[in-house]
T-cell receptor, first 117, second 116 residues
Framework: GAVVSQHPSWVICKSGTSVKIECRSL??????MFWYRQFPKQSLMLMAT?????????EQGVEKDKFLINHASLTLSTLTVTSAHPEDSSFYIC?????????????FGQGTRLTVV | AQTVTQSQPEMSVQEAETVTLSCTYD???????LFWYKQPPSRQMILVIR??????QNATENRFSVNFQKAAKSFSLKISDSQLGDTAMYFC?????????????FGQGTTLQVKP
């Protein structure tokens, strides 16, 4: 299957600072990438959908000014948590899909555990 | 809007036995896809099995099979000959439909423990 690499795997940052998480598709062109947030033992909640070269579409209730998403190339999307606070601590997962043979398959990164202290 | 419901927060099964995880969903779409994903302690999401709604035949992947009941909007996962490595959280997910953006709607998840 296709490989999606997410970096970093974990990060600790101070309250008020910003942190960037990268999501890369290694062997296919990801025309669409998705960012999810997951609290312990809970489901994945979609935060936003990004298409290469376009502005991200955010789900209701997600602050677009706090969670900045950039999808500047077909292999890279970034999520920047701005002015992070302890309540932003969570597990963030990206997934990607491409056109053609990949159909509706969604391939996931390994996730990033963010801790804001 | 689509919704996915998994009513079993936790389940356990003895090694080598069979277990069935339940999933129901709600949609007005006719063409869509359903998935079961596994999330082990590493938290890496792994696709277990996929079903296209227009196919009547239930999908199977080795020890994993589904019982897809389109009219009842039910999509259960059967794991046969359970192995210790099957211990994980399992998510049912809905995808596709008109205006398909590729996003997945996940159920709440079922934590499965396989006991030796």
């Amino acid at each position: 299957g296709a490989v999606v690499s997410q970096h970093p795997s974990w990060v600790i940052c101070k309250s008020g600072t910003s942190v960037k998480i990268e999501c890369r598709s290694l062997d296919f062109q990801a025309t669409t990438m998705f960012w999810y947030r997951q609290f312990p033992k809970q489901s994945l909640m979609l935060m936003a959908t990004s298409n290469e070269g376009s502005k991200a579409t955010y789900e209701q209730g997600v602050e677009k000014d706090k969670f900045l998403i950039n999808h500047a190339s077909l292999t890279l999307s970034t999520l920047t948590v701005t002015s992070a606070h302890p309540e932003d601590s969570s597990f963030y997962i990206c997934s990607a899909r491409g056109p053609g043979q990949w159909g509706t398959e969604a391939f996931f990164g390994q996730g990033t555990r963010l801790t804001v202290v | 809007a689509q919704t996915v419901t998994q009513s079993q927060p936790e389940m356990s099964v003895q090694e080598a036995e069979t277990v069935t995880l339940s999933c129901t969903y709600d949609t007005s779409e006719n063409n869509y896809y359903l998935f079961w994903y596994k999330q082990p302690p590493s938290r890496q999401m792994i696709l277990v099995i996929r079903q296209e709604a227009y196919k009547q035949q239930n999908a199977t992947e080795n020890r994993f099979s589904v019982n897809f009941q389109k009219a009842a909007k039910s999509f259960s996962l059967k794991i046969s000959d359970s192995q210790l490595g099957d211990t994980a959280m399992y998510f049912c997910a809905f995808g596709g439909g008109s205006g398909n953006t590729g996003k997945l709607i996940f159920g709440q998840g079922t934590t499965l423990q396989v006991k030796p």
